[in-house]
């Protein structure tokens, strides 16, 4: 089993910056890769950012430019800074952890608001 636990979320204004962390726990070895994903009122789930065991990244087309996933392995924790936020960037973000097997594991998920 692997815990996961978001923060960082919360209101900033349009052309602001946060940064999400998502703290794993529990059986951490096995996970090949953790990512980032959001959901927006009304709308279904979709990714942000991942980054693999191996370092290797991918950004959805909407990120690209503006977000940036990182990682201190010795925290365990994963990071997305977000730059430039919109108002279409509001939602809420959660963290995702996928282990070896193919078993992910999703956190409770940190809200971020992006005012105009």
Same mark, same amino acid.
């Given at each position: 089993?692997?815990?996961?636990?978001?923060?960082?979320?919360?209101?900033?204004?349009?052309?602001?910056?946060?940064?999400?962390?998502?703290?794993?726990?529990?059986?951490?070895?096995?996970?090949?890769?953790?990512?980032?994903?959001?959901?927006?009122?009304?709308?279904?789930?979709?990714?942000?950012? *991942?980054? *693999?065991?191996?370092?290797?990244?991918?950004?959805?087309?909407?990120?690209?430019?503006?977000? *940036?996933?990182?990682?201190?392995?010795?925290?365990?924790?994963?990071?997305?800074?977000?730059?430039?936020?919109?108002?279409?960037?509001?939602?809420?973000?959660?963290?995702?952890?996928?282990?070896?097997?193919?078993?992910?594991?999703?956190?409770?998920?940190?809200?971020? *608001?992006?005012?105009?």
């Amino acid at each position: 089993q692997v815990q996961l636990v978001e923060s960082g979320g919360g209101l900033v204004q349009a052309g602001g910056s946060l940064r999400l962390s998502c703290a794993a726990s529990g059986i951490i070895f096995g996970i090949n890769a953790m990512g980032w994903y959001r959901q927006a009122p009304g709308k279904e789930r979709e990714l942000v950012a *991942t980054l *693999t065991k191996g370092g290797s990244t991918n950004y959805a087309d909407s990120a690209k430019g503006r977000f *940036t996933v990182s990682r201190d392995s010795a925290k365990n924790t994963i990071y997305v800074q977000m730059n430039n936020l919109k108002p279409e960037d509001t939602a809420v973000y959660y963290c995702k952890a996928v282990d070896q097997l193919g078993t992910a594991y999703w956190g409770q998920g940190t809200q971020v *608001t992006v005012s105009s």
